[in-house]
């Protein structure tokens, strides 16, 4: 944090297009036509303050000279950058590899690494945590008031230091009796709170807490004036001052005889736990820290936050907290892909010294699994520097807060980097997969270049070339299409559905919160959602039902599904829905352990398997008009929904929102995961991982996915904007598709619906797939 931030700047657009330089005509047209479109999705701006502040409490600005996101738009004349022009990482950004995705350079040596750091230092200020200005020289302190709680000495003083002293940072020492030079255990000051630092002293280090945070926790955030103060030079964000505050306690604490400097922790819970890690990537006088929950922009890249996620996405979280971050990440909404920077290049700025990452699994605005990418990912740099063993993960059951236990845990882990104790961090992973594990497991080897090159315009051909004009012939292909996918999905085990299944993980993980006038009752390894004050029993009375799919939601599966439930219900459908394997409920050891039980199957084999038991179990159900049952899903789950479609007949109709892009045209760089997504991040689809570099020999796409579902009904929503699709191939699918369903004289049995936006089930989509659905009752 003593490096001059300009210096930095400069430092690393040496090795970097991703700092916004002049740019030419074209460029600059290209760059305001992604503002427009962004500004055309993005909700107005909030002008009082989020829900969870003290009443009375003044809305923040963004900046000193802005109260609103789009007030700095207007003055700084910012522009989002050439998305197109910057590459598409399928990984996070390799925090061993410089100018990635240009040069391309392996970091090998010490000075390499040098080089590294310094670039992503500069373009986590530039994008994330704003600029800091240096130490200030001329701090002092003031003892307010010393006193004796049993035998801790508890100390309150005033720093003051900056321009001509008018900063200030009220911090409180709880001193354990001795000599010392004893360890420093610091966090946030929050009114009437001993809990951690009691902690702490009773481990043998010095208690210390600052008070620069929300006001909310009772006291008033000293750091509001150190924005202006520095303004416009450095233009740190609320998180980033607090952090600078926490850096001018360490100025303090380094003039005690009682601190041993080698030996000093930080710790923070939730926007403390953001504050935390920030600045222990740019002060390497904080020896070890653990950031607590701290979400999106703390322990969860903002990769893995989007909306697919269905966690606090960054387009919510800087427009909830606009004062948080630097406003020029809002820029990337929609685009979190492109960030030439991530959470865990802040994290690999930590090393070599200590950083144990900690999560609820089930917190709602969390995701363990982008937790354990960027572990993975932030511990190469720990191996470069062979200090492995002073990164740790430990991903608890519990709540958003820990508990004492989780805080002694905390503390034997700093005791085990400052080589005080010998507890060592367990590092369990709860996803726990990797392409290369799976290799290990199954014994597979698959030579692409065995498999042709596929043409994906010859849907309506048969295996001789002859053109298909009949049903009859149609039907013949699809039975091979059909043995081209359960090849993909695996050896599916001989087995029966589930039958009832109770957990008590779901009272763990949460259920749907739903509107009034709906009920529910446990089904199968889910439940059902049907109109309140009916009789079920009623055999007259049938309901058409949905089999809704969920997202990637990791921590939550269905958790906050209820609007998607209850807008079903109210249009007069039944609603079946579950965990699928791998979230919610059924993450824990059904999910990381699958492909230690089933290698040669997958976890898409089983969640399309789940749908099957699903619609079979509903056909005995009374109440449920069995030439209605439906499948519909977001993300994973429309995607999940088209391959079950395909390979039952028995499902009515498909809703796949955000489901697919092609296979075979998703090469390297197209979208943001490419068929990465499936084989080497997700597990979903393992094999498709020795396809990676040959795309266009995969055995199947879905174009012949999305045919073999004709004649019957089915809604592609394909925003035109998804980072994680390509549009245009969407589009040509949907249109080669419907040959077929012209073949059956039911073209209008297919629509695709493309709203200009972004990968997300937005109210104008779900008002869309609702409508959709009800006409096909009719």
């Keep these: 944090m003593k490096k001059n931030c300009s210096f930095l700047l400069f430092f690393a657009s040496l090795f970097s297009g991703y700092l916004i330089a002049p740019v030419g005509a074209q460029e600059d047209l290209t760059r305001l036509q992604y503002l427009e479109r962004l500004m055309n999705v993005t909700p107005e701006d909030l002008i009082v303050p989020s829900g969870d502040q003290k009443p009375g409490t003044p809305p923040a600005h963004v900046s000193p000279e802005d109260f609103l996101w789009r007030d700095w738009l207007s003055r700084t004349d910012e522009l989002p950058p050439d998305f197109d022009a910057l590459p598409s990482l399928p990984f996070l950004p390799d925090p061993l590899i410089i100018d990635e995705g240009g040069r391309h350079i392996p970091v090998e040596t010490m000075a390499q690494w040098k080089m590294k750091r310094a670039e992503m230092e500069s373009l986590a200020q530039y994008w994330i945590t704003g600029t800091i200005p240096p130490a200030p020289q001329n701090l002092s302190a003031e003892l307010i008031e010393e006193k004796q709680l049993g ?93 600078w505050a926490a850096s001018r306690t360490i100025d303090y604490l380094y003039s005690l005889k009682q601190v041993n400097r080698d030996q000093i922790a930080l ?81 690999a700025l930590v090393a070599p010294r200590g950083l144990m990452l900690t999560s609820s699994v089930t917190e709602s605005a969390g995701n363990p699994w982008g937790i354990e990418q960027a572990y993975l990912s932030a511990r190469k740099a720990y191996e470069f520097l062979g200090a492995e063993h002073k990164i740790a993960i430990d991903l608890r059951q519990g709540l958003h807060a820990p508990s004492m236990r989780d805080m002694e845990r905390y503390l034997d882990f700093f005791d085990y980097v400052f080589e005080r104790g010998n507890i060592e961090p367990d590092n369990h992973l709860v996803c726990d997969y990797s ?49 081209q996918i359960q090849w993909g999905l695996g050896q599916e085990p001989a087995s029966l559905g589930p039958g009832q299944q109770t957990d008590y993980l779901h009272d763990v993980v949460g259920l749907p919160q739903v509107s009034e006038g709906i009920e529910r009752k446990p089904f199968s390894h889910g439940y059902i959602y049907y109109p309140a004050g009916g009789d079920i029993s ?44 791998g979230f919610g409920s059924r993450l824990f050891e059904e999910g990381r352990l699958f492909y230690d039980r089933f290698p040669r199957w997958s976890k898409l084999g089983r969640m399309v398997a789940d749908v099957r038991w699903s619609v079979d179990a509903l056909t005995k159900q009374p109440f449920i008009d069995t030439s209605k049952i439906f499948v519909a899903g977001y993300s994973l789950g429309g ?140």
Excluded at 172 to 199: H, N, T
Excluded at 552 to 577: E, H
């Design 538 to 581: 009623d055999t007259k009375q049938k309901l058409p039902v949905v089999i809704y799919l969920h997202e990637y939601a990791y921590s939550t599966g269905i958790a906050k599904t209820g609007d998607v439930i209850s807008d079903f219900v109210k249009g007069g459908f039944a609603v079946c829905i579950y965990d699928q394997i």
């Design 435 to 483: 392409f290369s594990k799976w290799l290990g497991l199954s014994g597979e080897m698959i030579d692409p270049l065995s498999f042709p090159i596929a043409d994906s315009n010859d849907l309506l051909k048969d295996s001789t070339g002859r053109a298909i004009i009949a049903t009859i012939d149609w039907k013949r292909k699809v039975s091979g299409i059909r043995k």
């Design 151 to 243: 035998n801790v000495v508890e100390r309150t003083l005033l720093l003051r230091f900056g321009p001509e002293q008018k900063l200030q940072l009220h911090i409180s020492l709880l001193m354990p009796p001795g000599k010392g030079p004893f360890p420093v255990f610091i966090c946030p000051w929050k009114e009437d709170r001993y809990d951690w630092v009691q902690a702490g002293v009773r481990r043998g280090y010095i208690g210390c807490r600052f008070a620069a945070t929300d006001p909310k926790y009772g006291y008033p955030d000293d750091s509001e004036a150190y924005e202006l103060a520095y303004w416009p030079k450095y233009d740190f964000s609320a998180l980033m001052r607090w952090g």
């Design 267 to 347: 710790t923070g819970l939730s926007r403390n736990g953001k504050m935390a890690l920030w600045v222990a990537a740019y002060d390497d006088r904080i020896k070890a820290v653990v950031p607590i929950s701290g979400g999106t922009g703390g322990e969860n890249p903002f990769r893995y936050t989007t909306d697919k996620y269905h966690s606090e996405t960054l387009s919510l979280l800087t427009w909830a907290r606009p004062h948080w971050l630097h406003p020029r990440l809002r820029l990337f909404t929609g685009w979190e892909s492109k960030l030439p920077v991530d959470q865990n290049s802040l994290m």
């Design 639 to 778: 995607m999940v929904g088209l391959y079950s479609a395909a390979l039952d007949d028995r499902i009515s109709g498909v809703v796949s929102v955000c489901g697919f892009t092609p296979m075979r045209a998703n090469t390297p760089g197209k979208t943001a995961e490419g068929i990465y997504a499936y084989s080497h991040l997700h597990g979903l689809l393992p094999r498709l991982g020795f396809f990676a570099g040959h795309e266009d020999r995969i055995p199947y796409d879905f174009h012949e996915i999305l045919a073999a579902i004709a004649p019957r009904p089915m809604l592609v929503v394909a925003p035109t904007w998804d980072q994680y699709a390509d549009f245009p191939e969407i589009r040509h699918t949907v249109d080669e598709v419907k040959k077929v369903f012209q073949l059956y004289g039911k073209e209008d049995q297919v629509e695709l619906f493309a709203p200009a936006d972004y990968n997300r089930f937005s109210a104008e989509m779900k008002v869309k797939v609702i409508s959709w659905m009800r006409e096909q009752l009719n």
